[in-house]
């Protein structure tokens, strides 16, 4: 059984810092496969964050985030990590891994991990 669980949200002041952690297991992903973040405010649709090519690392962003959220993993321990600085209020969601085979195989969620700023 596959599991993406995520890790490392708080709640933090406006203009802090926390990095999220996504632990996948279960099964190795194929260099097909991109992991992502994304995130879910009360009363708004899930909305990509970022994401990363298991494979070549290659890197997106949302506008939203660019500059100031960085996205990185580790294939061999089967980790996605964001690191999210200089963070807003309106950044306050609940984020969620996500791990997509991009058609070439299953889409996976993790059970998101709340991030709340405060002003």
């Known amino acids: 059984q596959v599991q993406l669980v995520e890790s490392g949200g708080g709640l933090v002041q406006a203009g802090g810092s926390l990095r999220l952690s996504c632990a996948a297991s279960?099964?190795?992903?194929?260099?097909?496969?991109?992991m992502g973040w994304f995130r879910q405010a009360p009363g708004k649709e899930r909305e990509f964050v970022a994401s990363?090519?298991?494979?070549?690392?290659?890197?997106y962003y949302a506008d939203s985030v660019k500059g100031r959220f960085t996205i990185s993993r580790d294939s061999a321990k089967n980790t996605v990590w964001l690191q999210m600085n200089s963070l807003k209020p309106e950044d306050t969601a609940l984020y969620y891994c996500n791990a997509d085979g991009r058609g070439l195989g299953p889409i996976y969620w993790g059970q998101g991990t709340q991030v709340t700023v405060s002003s």
């Open positions: 279960g099964r190795t992903f194929s260099s097909s496969y991109v």
């Open positions: 990363i090519s298991w494979s070549g690392g290659s890197t």
